[in-house]
C-alpha cells in the first residue's frame, strides 16, 4: 500500500533504523501523530518463538495502567444470575442463544465477548464468526468465567488481549496520542513486563528481537528492547 505525503514526510525526520530508549520513542511518536483524529498508539514485538509449536504460542491479557483510551463494547454469552451481575457491571450485550442468534445473523458490534463454562456448547457453534475476529472466548484469556461481573469491569477499565500472529508478532494497543508521555509509557512497560513474564520455557536464545511503536498512521519507531522493562 502507498505510504501519503505525511507517513513520508514523517519518516525522513528521523533514523528510522536507530535504536530508541522506551521514553524517547513514545516523545517521538507523539510528536509524529499530526492527524486531526486522535490516533492510536501500537506497539508491535517480534519474538524469539515458534509459534507453529504449541508450547511456544503466546496467548493472554494484560492490563494496561492508563487505561487503553477508547471504549470497550463487551458481550456477554450467560444466564440467569450471571446474566444479572453482567449487565449491572456495564456489559453492552448480554445473553445466552437470544445473543447468539444475533451473532449468528452478523451482530459482531463488540469487541470482547466473554462467556460463562455452561454457555460453550452454545459459543462454540459461533467459532467460524468470532475466530476470525478474534473475538472467541478462551480460558486462557480469561473470557470463559464464573466471574463474568470482574471480567467485564476489568476489560472496561483497561485490560487488552494479546496473542502471537504466525510470524512471532505481538501487536498491542498501549492508549491514544492524546495520553501523557508517562500514561503511554507506564502502558507499553507493563506490555513489556507481561511478555517476558509468559516467555515459554521452550524459546531458546534471543527473545525479544524487535520492538517497534508507532500512532495508527504514523512510521514506526524502534525501540531497544534492553532497555524496556525486564531484560532477557
Do not use: C, W
Amino acid at each position: 500500500m502507498a505510504k501519503g505525503k505525511k507517513h513520508v514526510e514523517a519518516s525522513k525526520s528521523f533514523d528510522r533504523l536507530r535504536l530508541h530508549s522506551d521514553a524517547d520513542a513514545v516523545n517521538l511518536v507523539k510528536s509524529l501523530a499530526t492527524r486531526r483524529f486522535d490516533e492510536s498508539v501500537d506497539v508491535v514485538v517480534r519474538l524469539g518463538v515458534d509459534p507453529r509449536k504449541a508450547d511456544q504460542m503466546l496467548r493472554g491479557t494484560v492490563s494496561l495502567p492508563s487505561g487503553t483510551g477508547k471504549e470497550v463494547r463487551v458481550a456477554v454469552f450467560a444466564q440467569g444470575e450471571s446474566a444479572t451481575t453482567a449487565r449491572e457491571a456495564g456489559a453492552d450485550f448480554v445473553g445466552s442463544d437470544d445473543l447468539a442468534e444475533q451473532v449468528s445473523g452478523g451482530m459482531t458490534d463488540f469487541d470482547v465477548a466473554i462467556a460463562t463454562p455452561d454457555m460453550m456448547p452454545v459459543v462454540g457453534k459461533l467459532g467460524r464468526i468470532l475466530g476470525p475476529r478474534g473475538l472467541m472466548p478462551n480460558p486462557k484469556t480469561g473470557t470463559v468465567t464464573t466471574d463474568v461481573a470482574r471480567t467485564v469491569e476489568e476489560f472496561k477499565g483497561g485490560k487488552v488481549e494479546y496473542r502471537t500472529d504466525r510470524f512471532a508478532n505481538v501487536h498491542v494497543p498501549i492508549g491514544r496520542a492524546s495520553f501523557e508521555e508517562e500514561d503511554l509509557l507506564k502502558n507499553l512497560r507493563a506490555v513489556v513486563a507481561e511478555l517476558h513474564r509468559a516467555k515459554p520455557a521452550a524459546a531458546k536464545g534471543k527473545y525479544v528481537k524487535k520492538m517497534v511503536l508507532s500512532s495508527s498512521m504514523g512510521p514506526g519507531v524502534r525501540i531497544d528492547p534492553a532497555g524496556v522493562g525486564a531484560a532477557d
